[in-house]
């Protein structure tokens, strides 16, 4: 699987709340058949992420499917390292 993220980096912040960065998604090598991919974010009350789920068939797998990770404001302070 090939990610490619736009501008080299995916980076939303919690205080950019609606403001959304994207990047590709394709397979390096053609499947035998269907193949899902299910992204999840690893704290969806900071950004979600969409679609979640991205199909690839043998017809498809070597075209590029966007994601788009996408800051969400809650209000609630999180603690920053240093």
Do not use: C, H, K
């Amino acid at each position: 699987m090939s990610i490619t993220q736009s501008d080299g980096s995916t980076t939303v912040t919690e205080a950019a709340a609606g403001r959304t960065d994207t990047y590709t998604v394709a397979l390096d090598t053609r499947p035998t058949g269907p193949v899902r991919v299910t992204v999840v974010s690893s704290d969806p009350r900071a950004a979600t992420v969409s679609p979640a789920t991205l199909r690839f068939r043998p017809t498809n797998w070597n075209i590029e499917q966007w994601m788009t990770v996408t800051g969400v404001g809650d209000g609630v302070p999180r603690a920053t390292a240093p």
